[in-house]
């Protein structure tokens, strides 16, 4: 089965990221594909490689870039909604004059019809938000 | 259809929104702060009772044990899953929808 | 690229302004418009408010963005499903919400409501029949 995942929210202040984590993981482990994982709304504060949670807490970002890259994940970061939040990677700095980029390894930017793409591609699309 | 829920009743409608838009025979699976709804003496017991008769509910373990809410505490009829029954549940029915 | 024709139903359940889920769920059907599927909008709960008439955020310093519903006919999105009970629930009518309309291509490009007030049975029943369905 293709499984299309929609992550609404950002790390840590909704338990969303972490339940669309362990469905992902889960899928993975019984041999479903993934088709890809899409950050919108406050889900693009997913994508930051700047975040330093807690030592003995889950680090989110860095579990999502693992996953990643173990799987060949394709995890898309809204660009809409990542210039709204101030998520870059260093061509969107670049274009819209920034004089940073922050974006998480593993992660691309990418813009809505990525998420109607998945919608379509996929069997089921899986929705964690609020 | 899955129906997901995944906000506590006395925080959100969402609870009572699937249960008026849910076809009967659905399976409802209640995850993260949903747990709350699935244990019993509480003001919405009795509704998630009579749901159970229409439809199949799940109760997302993790959810319920990060809540310390243990079996004996969950409503009667309401099954306990782990993630894998989650991700089967997804891939047994034709449609998802997550009240959110 | 995407192929196949599915039913989308994006689920609308929340007020606009007070958070932005209504403005960001709407620029999601917009675009997918573009992907030539089937394409619905149910509105639930506070999503009714979403088309209430008469929106001026001036005062507030935000962007009004009622406007683009008015678009939506275009992109050929032309079933708007409100749900009665939710409509009730908070004292509206259909004269309360948007006038939004399509022309139907299939009928000499007569003008038609976008906006068709079921009950929660008949949407129950909609819904059953969508392949995607989203919600923000």
């Known amino acids: 089965m293709k499984f299309g995942i929609l992550v609404n929210e950002g790390p840590y202040t909704h338990q969303a990221s972490d339940t669309a984590f362990k469905f992902t993981e889960a899928a993975l482990q019984k041999g479903h594909e993934i088709v890809r994982v899409f950050f919108y709304h ?17 680090n989110i970002v860095n579990r999502w870039s693992e996953l ?34 922050n974006i998480a390894p593993g992660f691309r930017i990418s813009g809505l019809g990525q998420l109607v793409e998945a919608g379509i591609l996929a069997d089921r699309l899986m929705i964690f938000g609020d | 259809m899955l129906h997901t829920i995944n906000k506590s009743p006395f925080e959100r409608n969402s609870l009572d929104t699937c249960l008026r838009l849910a076809k009967p025979g659905s399976d409802l699976l209640f995850v993260e702060d949903g747990v709350y709804a699935v244990t019993v003496g509480t003001a919405v017991q009795d509704n998630v009772k009579k749901a159970t008769e229409e439809h199949v509910l799940y ?23 782990d993630y894998g029954d989650f991700v089967d549940l997804a891939a047994k029915n034709d449609r998802v929808q997550a009240w959110l | 690229m995407a192929n196949g024709n599915k039913k989308f139903m994006y689920v609308n359940r929340r007020a606009p302004y007070g958070t932005i889920y209504a403005l960001e769920g709407l620029e999601v059907v ?32 935000m962007k009004n963005f009622s406007p683009a519903y008015r ?22 009518t259909a004269d309360d ?36 369905i989203f919600n923000f």
Not at chain 1, 45 to 53: A, I, Q, V, Y
């Open chain 1, 42 to 58: 406050d889900g693009v504060n997913n994508g930051t490689r700047l975040t330093t949670p807690p030592q003995d807490d889950r």
């Open chain 1, 68 to 101: 990643g890259a173990a799987h060949d994940l394709d995890l898309v970061v809204c660009v809409a909604a990542a210039q709204r939040r101030g998520i870059a990677d260093a061509d969107e700095a670049k274009r819209n004059g920034k004089d940073a980029d």
């Open chain 2, 59 to 81: 109760a997302l373990g993790p959810d319920l044990a990060a809540r310390g809410i243990t079996e004996d505490q969950v409503i009667d009829g309401v099954n306990i899953v």
């Open chain 3, 30 to 61: 917009l675009i997918g418009a573009a992907f030539d599927q089937d394409v619905s909008m149910a509105f639930v709960d506070d999503g009714v408010y979403q088309l209430k008439k008469g929106q001026d955020t001036g005062a507030t310093g």
């Open chain 3, 71 to 92: 678009a939506l006919g275009d992109y050929d999105v032309t079933k708007l499903y409100v749900e009665k009970e939710s409509l009730d629930q908070r004292g509206l």
């Open chain 3, 97 to 132: 919400l948007l006038d939004l309309t399509y022309e139907d291509e299939d009928d000499d490009y007569a003008e038609k409501p976008s906006v068709r007030i079921v009950s929660g049975e008949e949407l129950a029943g909609i819904l059953d029949e969508q392949d995607v």
